[in-house]
């Protein structure tokens, strides 16, 4: 933690001047804690026992001299994204609030593919730390200096570029003959390549009914386009397989809007209904990205001064341990494989007795090499690795 939060600048130069905050078991926040050397902090940590830490800002002076300074202020800190299924519970139909189930967590991949795309190809942002939240969220720490050293106006501009929904479930997409800007061709096309974008939509039933897919429909300007996929849909009874309704009726719509899967098609010498016309030609980016694109909490992003819980804390309900997620497998990622706190007790406190014959003094740091804790500090140790030797 402490290399990754130095990035190879002396301590004095650097994580001297970094906020972090304790959270205890009442919610009582204890902020403006900094820290000379690792040891300081792990002195502090097994002292206080916080329930949970938060990191924040490198100020322009020690956080805890904060009362010295009248121009105490944040100069830097990572680019962070929040994303929780609770903000998407407008669309959600199998949970709402706090619940959340394998088949919602499905959106969490989906966003992760998306913001990591965008966020490497169009800003070029290399450190990317992906953190599971230990409920149902995830956040991302872009850690690049260009992202830490961005103001509140440049974090405003980033977020404001990666977010097309807004609150009363509004999308940013021109839905008449307007071309798309190239954010959003390749948002839905990551979105429509990725596995879990079907599974949505058949866990969802999104076209399961008349009453469910009649919403959706609405997106499109063209009455008589509407009327006719209507058609389409009602025509379709065969449930042979459950869920197959819903997967049927989206394909209906990728067929006759999709271009590059039109285009696929006719190469193969299949016959399609003509292409839409240009009054809806943006109708199936529009659903797709309104039902599919990351709902980011742009308030966590746009603060440099904003306080994010650290990663590898324990989350105080489940248990579970904030763990650094890897992008690229995070489809496989499954919330009950991931390290809780009484299942890493029980680990540590076997290996602590199959070794007590050895020295303990060098070997206790590295107990947790024997414990389901250790995939995931190998992951955080890759990306801290990548930043050393950028
Ligand atoms: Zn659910």
Redesign the pocket.
């Known amino acids: 933690m402490f290399e990754w939060l130095s990035y190879g600048l002396k301590p004095q130069d650097y994580i001297f001047r970094r906020e972090f905050a304790f959270i205890f078991e009442d919610d009582a926040y204890l902020r403006y804690q900094s820290f000379k050397n690792e040891h300081e902090f792990r002195t502090q940590l097994s002292k206080s026992q916080p329930f949970k830490i938060d990191i924040g800002a490198v100020f322009n002076h020690e956080p805890r001299d904060h009362k010295k300074f009248t121009d105490f202020r944040a100069q830097e800190r990572e680019l962070v994204f929040d994303i929780d299924l609770t903000d998407y519970d407008i669309i ?1 139909n ?2 709402e609030g706090a ?3 394998s ?2 967590w499905r959106w969490i991949p989906i966003a992760v593919k998306v913001l990591d795309f965008l966020l490497r190809e169009h800003f070029g942002f290399k450190h990317l730390l992906w953190v599971f939240s230990g409920r149902r969220g995830i956040h991302c720490w872009v850690s690049d200096e260009v992202a830490r050293k961005l103001n509140n106006e440049g974090r405003m501009a980033v977020a404001e570029y990666l977010s097309l929904i807004s609150g009363e479930n509004k999308i940013g997409v021109g839905r008449k003959n307007e071309p798309l800007h190239a954010m959003i061709e390749d948002a839905y096309d990551t979105i429509v390549s990725l596995d879990d974008f079907e599974k949505l939509v058949i866990e969802q039933g999104w076209f399961e009914n008349e009453s469910k897919w009649e919403p959706i429909l609405k997106i499109c300007d063209d009455l008589q386009t509407r009327d006719e996929i209507n058609a389409q849909f009602s025509a379709i009874n065969d449930d042979d397989a459950k869920g197959s309704l819903s997967l049927k009726r989206w394909r209906i719509l990728k067929r006759r809007f999709d271009e590059k899967f039109r285009a696929k098609l006719e190469k193969s010498g299949e016959k399609l209904l003509p292409p839409p016309v240009p009054e809806c030609k943006n109708f199936l980016k529009a659903f797709v990205l309104l039902y599919a694109y990351p709902r980011l909490d742009v308030n966590v992003s746009t603060g440099i001064n904003h306080l994010l819980k650290s990663p590898f804390c324990i989350h105080p309900s489940t248990g579970n341990v904030a763990v650094p997620v890897n992008p690229k497998t995070i489809e496989r990622f499954k919330i009950s494989d991931v390290p809780r706190v009484d299942k890493l007790v029980t680990e540590l406190k076997k290996v602590v007795k199959s070794s007590e014959d050895t020295d303990k003094e060098n070997r206790k740091i590295l107990y947790y090499k024997h414990t389901s804790l250790n995939h995931y500090i190998e992951l955080f140790e890759a990306f801290v690795k990548n930043l050393r030797e950028d």
């Open positions: 959600r199998c949970c619940n959340m189930c088949k919602c």
